[in-house]
């Protein structure tokens, strides 16, 4: 069975962008700013990124384009015999669907305020009425399990339609529209009054809150947002990396991906500070933000209907843009490994994925007893917890030490195929630092993850 490609480059780019383009860029980065910073965290995530996100992308790209195979599979093809590297596909698949077990759940609630936006829900609601809405939501096995199920069978119909038919165009449509949406959104929240104070807080560097806090903690803060933002070690970014031509070198095509995540994260703090500081509301609520502080400022505004129905439209975007991309992960994994093809792969994952997520669902309303993580926690954190904490950086670390040393593929085998086509090219003495120094990095912020949980 011949490989599916990509039919465009762009396809390539905004779906491994789409991929990296998450929930976490929208709430947590302008959140994570404002608490270390403003424009000084901004400096070092954008450091971070650069030293450590995108190294890596070009690493899970390489092994993803060279195998022309799923996460399982592309370590089997290009490992030495004798050799357990593959072992790792299988922690990146469980990875996938642990995501997949509570993602869809957070993009069904998205769906669901959308349509309560739509449908003037939130009018005349104050602070109180709106938290008692969003905790109605949750307390709702109905109304999560729906939309979960509406979420999930989406993401199935789309990959069922193939990987160009389906997934690429479905996309580049979503994608284009929610870059669209955030730039409008954007405009309109730095012209409210009061909306300037916002962009200081945001973009200028405060050295009292660095005082307050501690340089220390700002830098490991930036670096875990600079690392976790582009979703790497789970063959999510691989996948797309097998569907690709050699025309282009992968550092080129890593950096375009991290431009327009960055781009995303820093245009949704454009949107989030300014609309708080008109409303005289702390930006650092977490996701209280989202589903309870914004629908009360979206009503106390002009037009605020439209602008809560766009800004939801835009948030169930990010989020199935995730989705989707790894749906499609899970399905080729299963093409590769068992041979089904599309339309039986998706099938099954379509009831497996819908009863993984049941977890999460009841987590919240019929298991709420169940709190692992501490008082006042959920299924989801835990999910959550083991994907952030130890999937996501113990994948990325074994993608670094399979290019990098000569137990794995090895520097110059990666490097080649890294350096293959037009573009950015990853100098040769970049060796030192992935070999001695990145791996280090890497073994910190997995450290850091489980000590402070």
Not at 77 to 95: D, I, R, S, T, V
Not at 138 to 161: D, E, K, R, W
Not at 261 to 286: E, R
């Amino acid at each position: 069975m011949e490989r599916e490609k990509l039919s465009s480059r762009m396809g390539f780019i905004l779906l491994s962008a789409g991929c990296a383009i998450g929930i976490g860029n929208v709430w947590r980065f302008p959140y994570v700013a404002g608490q270390y910073g403003g424009g000084v965290f901004v400096l070092f995530y954008l450091f971070f990124l650069v030293i450590m996100g995108i190294p890596v992308m070009t690493m899970e790209f390489a092994v993803g384009r060279a195998s022309r195979k799923s996460i399982i599979k592309s370590f089997r093809e290009l490992e030495k015999p004798g050799q357990k590297w593959h072992l790792h596909g299988y922690l990146g698949m469980a990875g996938n669907y642990l995501l997949m077990m509570f993602y869809t759940t957070v993009a069904g609630w998205m769906l669901y305020y959308f349509y309560q936006m739509l449908t003037g829900q939130f009018q005349d609601k104050n602070a109180g009425q709106a938290g008692e809405m969003f905790q109605n939501m949750l307390s709702s096995p109905q109304i999560l399990l729906t939309t979960m199920v509406i979420i999930v069978v989406a993401g199935i119909f789309i990959c069922s339609m193939g990987l160009q038919k389906g997934v690429e165009r479905i996309t580049k449509i979503m994608m284009s529209l929610l870059l669209i949406i955030i730039i409008v959104l954007a405009a309109h929240s730095i012209t409210l009054e009061g909306g300037m104070e916002g962009l200081k807080f945001y973009l200028l560097p405060n050295f009292q809150r660095i005082k307050d806090t501690s340089i220390w903690e700002i830098i490991t803060a930036a670096m875990n947002q600079a690392f976790f933002t582009l979703s790497l070690g789970i063959g999510a970014m691989g996948i797309f990396g097998s569907y690709i031509d050699k025309k282009r070198s992968l550092l080129g095509e890593s950096v375009n991906i991290a431009i327009l995540d960055t781009f995303v994260a820093f245009v949704s703090g454009l949107i989030i500070f300014p609309t708080c500081f008109a409303f005289n509301i702390s930006p650092d609520q977490g996701p209280g933000l989202i589903f309870v502080t914004l629908p009360n400022i979206f009503n106390g505004m002009a037009g605020g209907r439209i602008w809560g129905t766009l800004f939801f439209v835009f948030m169930t975007f990010a989020a199935f843009s995730t989705i989707l991309a790894v749906f499609e992960n899970i399905i080729s994994c299963c093409m590769d490994l068992l041979h089904w093809n599309r339309k039986k792969a998706c099938l099954i994952n379509l009831i497996t994925i819908t009863v993984l997520s049941l977890p999460c669902v009841f987590g919240y309303n019929l298991w709420s007893a169940f709190q692992p993580l501490g008082e006042g926690s959920a299924v989801l954190d835990l999910e959550d917890f083991i994907v952030s904490n130890i999937i996501l950086p113990v994948g990325s670390l074994c993608y670094l030490l399979f290019c990098v040393t000569r137990y794995g593929w090895g520097f110059d085998k990666y490097i080649e195929e890294a350096n293959t086509g037009d573009g950015l090219k990853l100098p040769r003495w970049i060796r030192v630092y992935v070999t001695y120094i990145l791996p280090v990095l890497l073994l910190f912020l997995i450290i850091k993850g489980l000590i402070k949980n």
